[in-house]
């Protein structure tokens, strides 16, 4: 913040400091209030300078689609875990960047606007209003300076910027392809968006339909999307479904002769040294050497099941629990290893679109292979044995390693070792394959940014000229899907029909738009350079912020987005447009907030939790703190409603404590003897116990484990109101304010104000420090007790475990034991533990 906007802002915190009549906590009340003081100079007080001296942080949260719903209690609990770190963090005196914004672009916003009959462009701004200031209700400590939205011409344009850099570098390209199709949907959806062959939003079954396609070439960068995953602090189940995804294969491609023609079958195996156990060939049905090879009197019934093949989707034809089905051509391949002439079969579990789309069979070893063999009664040939020796039968593919059999010369070799060597035997060559494939990447839907194409009858595909952008998308009154196989656009002559720019004779624009995840793909960058006229990042704000530190959201995200974004980082670093390798150096997934009844929160199950009701009735602060104390993090969790009642407690008898002792009158009285050294008494162990409070909650934060910092808190609160007032200073009860701000910042901020004599807004205060050696000295005496009866008493650290008290005190009491086996252990911090063994 600027000199001169911090001394308004701390002007205004000196005007505000009336105080609350009565006394009583009144959450609606005081968090307008300081809101309000929150947003004086557009939320100056959280603005982050683009270039700074500090050790700086760029706390990240998902921005969220404003659906018509508005924010859900998943929402809240991602965005207070990452407003705590943040208020956290600047206390510790990090510059911390937290912005937020808007992902407004594609379905989900579109199928709001059907369902309410209001234009996508009326209803997504209304939206964001409401969410916005819901948002605003919760008091989190955004940089709204830096608030973006991807539906903004002056954002989208950049999007469509680097849609024509991957054009240009060849990485956006056309095609005919077979993709997925939702007929409810009525689009394309990438594979991604396909979720056990059903469409990831609306659960209908995908269609396959093969059409002109735009498609983005992410297997270029499948390599460095797998092996950069080291470089990254992310939770290994996230890490595994990106490998899994992108599946990289290690094997061999190997040509098979085809008998009576001079035409080769390539083949990619994982296992070449089954080969010897290769008793047929199976080619995917749309393979192009399909008909040309198929005998003519075979040609009627291949062409039959081809067509059947094409119409299931990839997911429906790899289904385990599927019979095998197959048609043999009447052809024949040489088996380059033994000679043997195999037949060549067709079968929809082979996919055209992986590998070569062609397989040797090797039934004994590979349970699809076996499958498809028994139905066919095709030859089963061991060709890898455990042990050795040879079967009798074979009952069960085996899948696993072991001793070369059956294999002429490799015979008693290990497989491990004759993998290489066969594939030189076969004159094979060593290959890799991904099961990533390129991004399918337009949609038949209105509401998406226009790709900035022209189709020119004679020049082709002629990409839009960078200073023509943006290509706004026009407003339209009929914006329902059409359902063929172009979006709503290609109806708007005025907006279709222009010039080619290169050879000026009539053309038409491309009318598909962008998937959904595009302007998600970058937004992180435009936080850093929101108004960037000329560029979409400058360079030098990037370098100071890039890459974000943490990132918090939802775990659904995992091979869409965070593949996505991840996929585009790497290509504007290849455009020295970013300056690091990764986006995202640390992810963090929060857990899932279940219903009360421990079912998914759903409309149709009617069980969930609407926050504005919650805040409305407690307040924004036991919202936030309630969230964070109903589990882990990361952990799933159910609603609990009693469980905010005891937070809204909590707050309220933090409040009583502060405002009673902050306005106590001072007593005149003279304090007897024995009352004065049970105030000494009391204010010693009030030290060590705020000591030990301070380096708990400290600790937890900085872990991530605010439901622990806060049941400390509230364990620090128990203690506080068991001692003698006298021995609670202010200055206690200032350190018990500041370390409750991150979580619930609005009743702090008013105790502090208006009570407690401080004049700044809590983040600009210094978190309190812990000196370690004050918590380690204190000791305490345990009675060490067998059955109830105290044996013995030893010294130890206060504060220890029960486990670590165990490992102390039990070789002292070995004597009493004498092999009787305990029973219980009843363990009172500090004082007692008691070995029961009766
Ligand atoms: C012979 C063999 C013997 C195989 C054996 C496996 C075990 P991943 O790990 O998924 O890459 N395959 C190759 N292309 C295929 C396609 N287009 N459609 C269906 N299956 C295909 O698996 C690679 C293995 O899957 C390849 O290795 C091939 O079968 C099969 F004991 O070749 B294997
Ligand atoms: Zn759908």
Redesign the pocket.
């Known amino acids: 913040m600027k000199k001169k906007e911090e001394n308004k802002v701390i002007k205004t915190f000196l005007k505000t400091k009336k105080k609350e009549k009565k006394d009583k906590y009144n959450p609606l009340k005081i968090e307008k209030k300081w809101q309000k003081i929150w947003a004086k100079n557009n939320y100056a007080l959280f603005h982050a300078p683009d270039f700074c001296k500090k050790k700086h942080l760029y706390i990240l949260d998902m921005f969220p689609y404003p659906s018509g719903e508005g924010l859900h209690v998943g929402h809240i609990e991602g965005y207070t875990a990452s407003d705590i770190l943040t208020r956290y963090y600047r206390m510790k005196g990090y510059e911390v960047l937290h912005p937020m914004g808007w992902d407004a672009f594609g379905l989900p916003a579109e199928n709001y606007a059907l369902k309410t009959k209001i234009p996508p462009q009326k209803i997504v701004p209304k939206n964001i209003k409401r969410f916005k200031k819901q948002l605003q209700s919760l008091g989190f400590a955004y940089d709204w300076q830096r608030e973006i939205n991807t539906t903004d011409p002056n954002y989208y344009k950049w999007t469509q910027w680097i849609f024509l850099q991957l054009y240009k570098k060849g990485l956006a390209y056309e095609a005919e392809v077979p993709v997925n199709w939702c007929p409810s949907c009525l689009t394309v959806l990438a594979d991604e968006e396909v979720k056990d062959g059903k469409c990831e939003r609306c659960r209908t079954e995908v269609k396959r339909k093969k059409i002109r396609q735009w498609l983005l070439k992410i297997t270029a960068y499948a390599d460095r999307l797998l092996e950069d995953l080291d470089l990254i602090d992310w939770p290994e189940r996230v890490k595994i479904m990106q490998r899994n995804w992108i599946?990289r294969?290690e094997?061999a491609e190997i040509e098979f002769k085809i008998d009576g023609l001079n035409e080769y079958l390539k083949?990619?195996?994982?296992?070449p040294e089954?080969i010897f156990g290769?008793t047929y060939l199976v080619l995917?049905p749309e393979h192009p050497l399909v008909l040309k090879i198929t005998k003519d009197d075979r040609k009627e019934i291949v062409q039959r099941y081809i067509e059947e093949a094409l119409n299931q989707s990839d997911f429906e034809r790899q289904l385990k629990i599927k019979e095998k089905t197959g048609v043999f051509l009447g052809a024949y391949a040489i088996n380059p290893a033994n000679r043997e002439r195999i037949p060549i079969w067709i079968s929809d579990?082979?996919?055209?679109s992986?590998?070569?789309?062609a397989?040797?069979a090797?039934p004994a070893?590979?349970r699809r292979d076996f499958e498809f063999a028994k139905q066919f009664s095709l030859p089963i040939r061991e060709v890898i044995s455990p042990d050795g020796t040879l079967k009798e039968k074979i009952e069960e593919p085996y899948?696993g390693e072991g001793i070369m059999v059956n294999s002429g010369p490799f015979n008693g070799l290990s497989s491990q070792e004759a993998k290489e060597k066969i594939i030189f035997y076969v004159g094979g060559k060593k290959a890799v394959?991904y099961k990533l494939r390129d991004w399918v990447f337009s949609r038949q839907r209105y509401w998406g940014e226009p790709i900035p194409i022209i189709k020119c009858p004679k020049c082709g595909n002629v990409p839009l000229d960078e200073k023509d952008l943006p290509l706004k998308l026009p407003k339209i009154e009929k914006f329902q899907p059409t359902g063929k196989n172009e979006s709503p656009l290609a109806d708007l002559s005025f907006w279709v029909n222009v010039k080619c720019p290169k050879c000026q004779s009539p053309a038409k624009r491309e009318t598909n738009t962008m998937p959904q995840w595009a302007g998600s793909c970058w937004y992180y960058l435009r936080y850093l350079d929101p108004k960037n006229k000329k560029k979409l990042v400058d360079f030098k704000k990037q370098k100071e912020w890039l890459p974000v530190n943490i990132y918090i959201g939802g775990v659904e995200h995992a091979v869409l987005h965070l593949l996505y974004a991840r996929f585009w980082h790497k290509f504007l670093y290849d455009l020295k447009i970013v300056s690091s390798k990764e986006p995202f150096l640390r992810l963090v997934n929060q857990g899932i907030i279940l219903g009360e009844d421990g079912e998914k929160m759903s409309k149709s199950r009617g069980n969930v939790v609407n926050p504005d009701e919650i805040i409305k009735k407690y307040g924004a602060d036991t919202l936030r703190m309630y969230e964070m104390f109903l589990g882990p993090l990361t952990a799933t969790k159910s609603w609990n409603t009693h469980g905010i009642n005891g937070v809204y407690r909590f707050l309220n008898r933090v409040w009583d404590l502060v405002v009673n002792l902050s306005t106590q009158k001072k007593e005149k009285k003279k304090l007897s003897k024995e009352e004065k050294t049970k105030i000494k008494e009391a204010l010693k162990n009030l030290e060590t116990l705020e000591q030990r409070v301070i380096k708990k909650v400290t600790e937890d934060i900085e872990k991530l484990r605010f439901n622990t910092a806060i049941s400390t808190l509230m364990d620090y609160l128990n203690k506080l109101e068991e001692l003698p007032k006298k021995s609670i200073k202010e200055k206690n009860l200032r350190t018990l304010v500041l370390l409750l701000s991150p979580f619930a910042p609005h009743i702090s901020e008013e105790l502090a104000h208006t009570y407690l004599k401080i004049k700044k807004p809590l983040i600009q205060l210094k978190w309190p420090n812990y000196e370690i050696e004050k918590i380690k000295e204190t000791k305490t005496v345990y009675a060490v007790q067998i059955n109830g009866k105290t044996k013995k008493t030893i010294e130890l650290l206060q504060g220890l475990s029960q486990k670590e008290v165990e490992k102390r005190v039990l070789p002292l009491i070995e004597k009493y034991l004498k092999n009787q086996k305990i029973k219980k252990i009843i363990f009172v911090q500090d004082k007692i533990i008691n070995f029961v063994f009766k």
């Open positions: 599946g294969s094997g083949v990619f195996t994982t296992r089954t290769a995917a579990y082979v996919l055209m992986y590998g070569t789309g397989i040797m090797v070893h590979d899948e394959y």
